[in-house]
């Protein structure tokens, strides 16, 4: 898609270029100049008073799409163990694959990690790719790029989703460039257009302050990453039947180029965090690493877990795995509190979709309080001990 | 060693506000800065090249014109040439034609030993074009990398951070590293540097000058599209406590445990 201005219809107002994202448009002459840093995201077109700007479809290639069906799921697995987010994608996947009308498949790679290919089908795949050999046995850029290309080249899947965990969003772009297709980063929203059965992928941009919705019309697969935490989980049935596709595996000399010597491992479970129904983050606001033990005490109170806001990682409190966020992690617990947080939009990005959102913030005009189911300013070192001490009664 | 690093002018997205009643962004005013995890990336060639004397530290952007200040600033922190993909045929590009424009301003530079990325630019945050540009180029890639352990002869030994950890990976060479905020402290730019980085010339290349065809490039060449975008709707404000600390505690737990979340 392009958008073009109609010369004869621009009157010069400007609003185009108070509105655009990109800063991509400029005034030559009274006339607005669609420049080169323009998406085709269209906001222009909507706000232009004299219906002056226009999108145009490009012409759509001939490339025969109608040889890619099916809708597959990357099983991400680390030490034999399915990632949550896998399982997340099996839940959205099934109701892509449904409204296409398609089979949802899972692509697993690993070594000796047969049980979780019946783990896979009762969560909802139709159909297993699993490719079994030690050099899958973690993950390894090289390894499983080749193995997974050529499953896609040989089956042809009309969307892949993978989940943006570390390895997906590694996995994720080398794939897209070996296929020749596009890939949308960390989504938060998949819909299937019902009229033309394509993939609309919906991810915040600008750090949350915006959301594009973007589509790969002419090439195939569509792939996306999904971020961990926001699809809802498929129920497990353990009489579901599925099929088995073992893939072919072999390497050659130089097509791995990287070793995994060692894994090391922080902290015991970051799972806890996207799965807690409920969680205590706290921020700069603590002031100090020892706020944490106020916090974890509360959290143990409620049968919850701790959160953090980047303020609190990057003052090194916490660890990173705490974060929540943007860059952090995506929570969605039945209840939230944040302690000493300001509520800046990053942070908002990561758990605005929690079931409860509880603010305690010394500063009364703080931003957290617009997200706030309940709001309560004060200091969080006399709030905290007084809900525990209510708890207790 | 020839080192490239791959360096992206960005809006400071921190900067960008909301306008409360359009509901658009606002970027009037809003500073163009040099991508944060980029300034990593380049010092952490800048620390490569201090290991070893006789190295060459260029960066490449793709972006408009204006991008030269931030190639400017790159120059200061101590980068010995800068070069800027700069064409109408490169605007609109998504992660995947990105991509192929770097690689083909990299092949003009000619031979490296390794390649230098941010993990992702904070205007898209995809994360997606430096692995995309190695896998173009035919080389590996780590992502997010925490730690540079080791230079060997053919290889490389990196940190590379997990949601709950890291692992130690070893890569040969070439390749390309994505750097994560953790790596290192970028240093500053010094007085002298500043001066010599401004009668330094920025090479500014087109399509042609880096073999491409015009519809190799930008809009044309990018499989995904932006279909539509919008400002996420505000979710609404909810209730104020009001009284003594132990009321509101009182009432939030009351409230709570009627709406049966407790
Ligand atoms: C590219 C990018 C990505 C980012 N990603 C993330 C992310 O993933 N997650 C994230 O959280 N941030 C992220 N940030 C950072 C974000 O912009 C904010 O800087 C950060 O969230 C602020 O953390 P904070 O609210 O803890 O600290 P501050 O903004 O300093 O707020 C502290 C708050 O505590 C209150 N307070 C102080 N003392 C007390 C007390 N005794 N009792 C009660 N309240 C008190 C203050 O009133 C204040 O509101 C990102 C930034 C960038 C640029
Ligand atoms: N236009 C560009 N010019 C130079 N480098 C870029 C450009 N776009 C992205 N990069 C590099 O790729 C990294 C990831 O970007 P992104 O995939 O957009 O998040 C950035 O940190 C840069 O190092």
New interface residues.
């Given amino acids: 898609m392009a958008v073009n201005v109609i010369n004869e219809k621009c009157k010069g107002c400007q609003k185009c270029i108070k509105v655009c994202p990109f800063n991509a448009i400029t005034m030559e002459e009274k006339l607005a100049v669609i420049g080169p840093s323009c998406t085709g995201c269209g906001v222009c077109v909507d706000a232009c008073p004299f219906k002056a700007i226009e999108k145009t479809e490009e012409a759509a290639h001939t490339k025969d799409l109608s040889v890619y069906h099916d809708v597959w799921v990357f099983a991400e697995q680390r030490e034999g163990k399915l990632m949550g987010v896998a399982i997340e994608l099996l839940g959205e996947g099934k109701k892509l694959a449904a409204e296409i009308g398609c089979k949802l498949c899972a692509v697993l790679c690993g070594e000796n990690v047969d049980g979780l290919v019946d783990e896979l089908i009762a969560y909802g795949a139709d159909k297993v790719y699993y490719a079994n050999a030690p050099e899958l046995k973690s993950y390894n850029t090289d390894a499983y790029t080749k193995t997974i290309y050529e499953a896609i080249s040989k089956y042809k899947p009309e969307i892949v989703l993978l989940g943006a965990t570390h390895i997906g969003r590694d996995l994720g772009p080398c794939l897209a460039v070996k296929c020749g297709t596009g890939l949308t980063a960390d989504c938060t929203k998949l819909e299937i257009d019902p009229e033309d059965k394509k993939l609309k992928q919906t991810r915040p941009a600008f750090g949350g302050n915006l959301m594009a919705t973007i589509i790969c019309p002419n090439h195939r697969p569509q792939m996306s990453t999904v971020r961990p935490g926001v699809m809802e989980k498929p129920k497990y049935d353990k009489s579901r039947k599925g099929e088995l596709v073992k893939l072919a595996v072999s390497f050659k000399d130089g097509d791995i180029r990287m070793k995994v010597l060692e894994i090391v491992k922080h902290v015991a479970d970051v799972v806890s965090l996207t799965d807690a129904d409920i969680i205590v983050s706290g921020g700069r606001g603590l002031g100090s690493p020892e706020g944490f033990d106020l916090l974890r005490e509360f959290a143990k109170k409620l049968g919850g877990t701790i959160g953090a806001s980047r303020a609190a990682v990057d003052s090194g409190w916490i660890d990173h795995a705490y974060q929540v966020g943007q860059t952090g992690t995506t929570v969605k617990p039945k209840i939230y509190f944040a302690c000493g947080i300001s509520g800046a939009i990053q942070h908002l990005a990561g758990m605005q979709n929690s079931g409860y959102i509880i603010a305690v913030n010394k500063n009364e005009n703080a931003p957290i309080f617009e997200v706030a189911d309940y709001g309560i300013v004060g200091d969080l070192y006399k709030v905290i001990p007084a809900i525990m001490a209510e708890l207790d009664k | 060693m020839r080192i490239i690093v791959l360096a992206k002018q960005v ?1 400071d ?2 900067e ?3 306008d409360p009643v ?1 509901g ?2 606002i ?2 005013g809003v500073p163009s800065i040099l991508n944060p995890d980029d300034a990593n990336a380049l010092e952490a060639a800048l620390a490569a090249k201090d290991q070893f004397p006789g190295s060459t530290v260029s960066v490449l952007s793709m ?2 014109g204006q991008a030269c200040y931030m190639l400017r600033e790159c120059l200061a922190m101590g980068a010995d040439d800068a070069y800027l993909l700069s ?6 590009a ?3 034609a990105t ?1 192929t424009t770097l690689a083909a301003g990299i092949r003009k530079l000619g031979k490296f030993d390794i390649i230098f990325a941010g993990r992702q630019a ?11 540009t ?3 180029l035919g080389i ?5 990398v925490m730690k540079i352990r080791e230079y060997k002869e053919k290889s490389v ?1 990196v940190e ?13 060479l070439p ?1 390309m590293l994505t750097a994560v905020k ?1 790596l290192n402290e970028p240093r500053y730019m010094t007085i002298g540097r500043i001066e010599e980085a401004y009668k330094k010339t920025i090479t500014i290349w087109d399509e042609n000058d880096v073999a491409l065809k015009p519809e190799s490039c ?3 060449a ?11 709707p ?2 609404g ?5 009001k009284g003594t ?2 009321e ?3 009432q ?2 009351a ?2 445990t009627e ?1 049966h ?2």
């Fill in positions: 809006p997205t921190n960008v506000k909301i359009k658009t962004l970027r009037d972006g408009p064409s109408r045929t490169f605007g609109g998504d992660t995947c991509s904070i205007d898209g945050d995809t994360a997606q074009v430096g692995p995309q190695a896998y173009r590996p890639v780590v992502t997010y030994v590379r951070q997990l949601e709950d950890g890291y692992e130690v990976i070893e890569v040969s390749c953790e930008g809009l044309k990018s499989p995904t599209q932006v279909f539509r975008s919008f400002t996420p505000p979710k404000k909810g209730e104020m406590l600390v132990p509101m505690a009182a939030l737990v409230k709570l709406k979340v407790l």
